[in-house]
T-cell receptor
Framework: NAGVTQTPKFQVLKTGQSMTLQCAQD?????MYWYRQDPGMGLRLIYY???????DKGEVPNGYNVSRLNKREFSLRLESAAPSQTSVYFC?????????????FGDGTRLSIL | GNSVTQMEGPVTLSEEAFLTINCTYT??????LFWYVQYPGEGLQLLLK?????DKGSNKGFEATYRKETTSFHLEKGSVQVSDSAVYFC??????????????FGQGTRLTINP
């Protein structure tokens, strides 16, 4: 009963290092999302993928890239990490089309940039 | 653009107290509205939703009514338990693009229930 699985759970990077956050879902969902969660700011959408083979920018895409590897997997890459990217990152997925279907979230990756 | 504003936390209550967490929104059109809950160390889970005006969403004793005239979606529970301690997020569905649902979240309200 995995749902949405994110790896790693914790990571510490130095400024300028690169890293890829992994996300996989086993619910056969078409759409996947990456959010960042910062204190007092709720969740903000970084990128999303409506379906396999498509990706689009969200509210805060600068400094990130994504890859929808297949229907199950959606990765987030930081090419040159900056302290402003210290945050908790959540991956989510959703199934059938429509604006009232819930998104299912992973447990998050806590990322610190020194 | 669309936005969601929640009451500032943290909120601390005693067990069996009545809970209200206020949420108001700004949106064009008629978005769907959601409450998500985040327990410590976990991701967000959908608590309840409402898709049109005057709809009432309910789950686990929590309720919220979609009020178009006041652009509000306040979360209520009649008698809270220690296990309700969590962070609560109000959200609206900003748009649906090719089946992907873009959500806009409020800043979250941390709730602590003391025994």
């Amino acid at each position: 009963n995995a749902g949405v699985t994110q790896t790693p759970k914790f990571q510490v990077l130095k400024t300028g290092q690169s890293m890829t956050l992994q996300c996989a879902q086993d619910m056969n969902h078409n759409s996947m999302y990456w959010y960042r969660q910062d204190p007092g700011m709720g969740l903000r959408l970084i990128y999303y993928s409506a379906s396999e083979g498509t990706t689009d920018k969200g509210e805060v895409p600068n400094g990130y890239n994504v890859s929808r590897l297949n229907k199950r997997e959606f990765s987030l890459r930081l090419e040159s990490a900056a302290p402003s990217q210290t945050s908790v990152y959540f991956c989510a997925s959703s199934g059938r089309q429509g604006n009232n279907q819930p998104q299912h979230f992973g447990d998050g990756t806590r990322l610190s940039i020194l | 653009g669309n936005s969601v504003t929640q009451m500032e936390g943290p909120v601390t209550l005693s067990e069996e107290a009545f809970l209200t967490i206020n949420c108001t929104y700004t949106a064009t059109g008629y978005p769907s509205l959601f409450w998500y809950v985040q327990y410590p160390g976990e991701g967000l889970q959908l608590l309840l939703k409402a898709t049109k005006a005057d709809d009432k969403g309910s789950n686990k004793g929590f309720e919220a009514t979609y009020r178009k005239e006041t652009t509000s979606f306040h979360l209520e529970k009649g008698s809270v338990q220690v296990s309700d301690s969590a962070v609560y997020f109000c959200a609206l569905s900003d748009s649906v693009i090719q089946g992907a649902q873009k959500l806009v979240f409020g800043q979250g309200t941390r709730l602590t229930i003391n025994p």
